[in-house]
């Protein structure tokens, strides 16, 4: 089943063209030596855009962005980051008004959290 909602979410969800902005904006930001942390963190979020299904976002204080570095990296990126949760959330609320786009809602939803505060998070597949 999630397979076939993978296949959906990026055909008819958005998943492919996502994908892709995200991935377009990790390799702008990588241009810069700066820029690379928030690159890799585009990188993560077009991972999850292509195929949000079977996947849950956990929190993994151990990785570089989490603890104080990470707070720090979390309020820099929060220029670009509340106008992208504000898309997702958007996009969420048109899905569920009808009841076939829920599923993907939730999929706008997750990519939403991520989105607004991705250092120290990790994506991660369910069993």
Avoid at 11 to 40: K, N, R
Avoid at 105 to 122: E, M, N, T
Wanted: one cysteine or more; glycine letters at 14%.
């Amino acid at each position: 089943m999630r397979l076939l909602l993978n296949i959906l979410w990026a055909i008819a969800g958005g998943g492919i063209v996502t994908a892709l902005e995200y991935v377009v904006g990790g390799a702008l930001l990588c241009i810069t030596v700066v820029g690379i942390p928030f690159g890799v963190q585009c990188f993560k979020i077009a991972k999850l855009a292509l195929f949000p299904f079977g996947k849950e976002i956990v929190d993994d204080p151990s990785t570089l962005g989490g603890g104080c570095l990470g707070f720090l990296m979390n309020v820099l990126w929060l220029v670009v980051g509340i106008p992208t949760f504000l898309t997702h959330i958007g996009l969420a609320i048109g899905l569920a008004l009808s009841l076939i786009g829920i599923p993907f809602a939730l999929q706008h939803v997750k990519l939403a959290v991520l989105a607004l505060f991705p250092f120290g998070r990790r994506v991660v597949a369910l069993a």
